[in-house]
């Protein structure tokens, strides 16, 4: 270690403990805190993040990074302190546009901003949440303002945050693919909606079953129930405090079988990439996964390419079916299979299948995108949202409920983080198309034997935490940066032999 980095360390751990307390807060209020603790919580964590940017801004580090930025010093640096050097001059150009009282308000913001949301989105009352939407956005605008360079889109800055290989050039590009090509074969499907029975899924399961199938699952997947755990949120998330901590929540409902099933598998993907970081560089500032785009690649490989595949299910499905025989003795492995791959259009983003969950991603993207260029007027957004899922998805939400007040994204600030979850697909199409190349996966899969698919993923991409960019790791593995044409190949193909078009 050189004698700079040296002096730089103690700041970068000070501010990794503040960052883990903040994480810890943030668990603690999505699954336990009750809900009057927000108000009192939340000056608290306005603290503990105003700590954290002075760790992490001050002159001292300033000049450090300086110094360890110039060519003399970056010779003496091993690659993982190279790495982080570029992670901390980009956290530098991020939190060193924002004055801290303002970035401070904005934290105490977020949090009460969440409470107000769950309660308008549990009374169905949009106008009760606008007002603390319009307050973010107006922090969002101004941060951006601050760190776009001449001409820079603020959305664009947004973007950025979650994938640097993607920009609205590039998501323009990907997404009128994706609509160009999935508007029509959904019309073609919902046609045929009732060639596939899926009443099944709607029969009463009991929860705490659900809950031990779905920890199964996860273990089956090779989650670690020594370095993880699992609770429950409205909304199901991962986090992780280092890759001996990592937490994964669930939601469970009692008249949907594949939904908590679902979202398990979705957040043991997400989980296993934290787990799988080099022990060399979790809790430094490259210490996680790369990107989101990245991140949701591999949550999507599991829960979509992997977990909704004859193969995943074969040597599994019994198991599933002794624990409601009630409801699946009758229910073949073959009608299963179709039943978690039914295609409809439908007005939650979260319980979507797997070919018009990009279209729910499209309409939040094309919303944000003209909020950001001052398009769209706040308190009629659920108008602009209700228009575009009905040209895309030929649905209206009866209301905002299922309508725009559905994610809870928006009520932090979260802006510019749901294409990712599109482009996550699309990677993990492309992963498996190199997965299938170099391993028998469906024999491996047929025998329950997941290791070598996530030794695969341990190996080239989760290890690395976020050494590498998403372009960076999708090169080393295939040869090439990403290719959307992966993933539209892999819906038309399914999807047409499932409804035989
Ligand atoms: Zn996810």
Not at 205 to 234: H, M
Not at 258 to 285: C, K, R, V, W
């Amino acid at each position: 270690m050189s004698k700079t980095f040296e002096t730089l360390q103690p700041y970068l751990d000070k501010a990794m403990a503040f960052q883990t307390a903040r994480n810890l807060f943030e668990w603690d209020d999505q699954t336990v805190a009750p809900f009057e603790a927000a108000d009192y919580t939340s000056k608290v964590v306005g603290i503990i993040s105003d700590e954290y940017m002075k760790c992490l801004i001050n002159d001292d580090v300033r000049k450090l990074i300086k110094k360890l930025s110039e060519e003399k010093e970056q010779d003496e640096l091993t690659d993982k302190e190279k790495a982080i050097i570029k992670e901390l001059n980009k956290t530098y150009e991020q939190l060193e546009s924002i004055p801290p009282e303002e970035y401070r308000a904005f934290n105490e913001l977020a949090l009460v901003s969440n409470r107000a949301w769950t309660k308008a989105k549990k009374d169905n009352n949009y106008e009760y949440f606008a007002p603390y939407l319009k307050k973010i956005i107006e922090y969002k605008k101004k941060f951006a303002g601050y760190r776009a360079k001449k001409n820079q889109d603020p959305y664009e800055v947004l973007l950025g945050d979650f994938e640097e290989c993607f920009g609205i050039k590039e998501l323009d590009v990907f997404f009128d693919k994706i609509k160009s090509e999935i508007v029509p074969l959904l019309k073609q499907i919902s046609k045929k909606s009732d060639t596939i029975d899926k009443s099944y899924n709607f029969l009463k399961y009991d929860v705490n079953k659900q809950k031990a199938f779905c920890k199964y699952l996860s273990g089956y997947l090779g989650f670690d129930f020594n370095r993880g755990v699992i609770a429950e949120s409205a909304h199901p998330f991962t986090l992780d405090l280092h890759n001996h901590d990592v937490r994964i929540t669930n939601n469970y409902k009692e008249n949907n079988l594949e939904s908590a099933m679902f979202s398990i598998i979705h957040e043991t993907g997400h989980a296993l990439y934290e787990m799988n970081i080099d022990d060399s560089l979790t809790q430094t500032p490259v210490g996680s996964g790369t990107s989101m785009g990245m991140h949701e690649s591999q949550s999507r490989l599991f829960e979509n390419i992997i977990g909704r595949s004859e193969a995943f299910w074969a040597p599994i499905y019994s198991k599933l079916v002794e624990t409601y025989p009630e409801n699946l003795k009758n229910i073949s492995l073959e009608h299963f299979l179709k039943g978690i791959n039914k295609a409809e259009p439908s007005l939650i983003r979260t319980e979507a299948d797997e070919l018009s969950y990009p279209l729910h991603v499209i309409i939040r993207y094309e919303i944000e995108k003209a909020i950001f260029a001052g398009d769209a007027d706040v308190d009629k957004l659920p108008e602009l949202w209700n228009k575009k899922y009905q040209e895309y998805l030929g649905l209206t939400p009866t209301n905002d409920a299922e309508g725009i007040l559905q994610d809870i994204h928006w009520s932090y600030g979260e802006f510019g983080y749901f294409p990712s979850y599109a482009i996550g697909s699309a990677i993990s199409s492309q992963l498996y198309a190199k997965i299938k190349e170099v391993m028998p996966v469906d024999e491996y899969l047929k025998e329950g034997n997941i290791t070598p698919i996530r030794e695969f993923l341990r190996d080239s991409i989760h290890k690395y935490g976020a050494t590498k960019n998403t372009n960076q790791i999708l090169k080393d593995i295939t040869g090439e940066e990403f290719n959307a044409d992966y993933y539209v190949e892999y819906l038309k193909e399914k999807y047409e032999s499932l409804y035989s078009l």
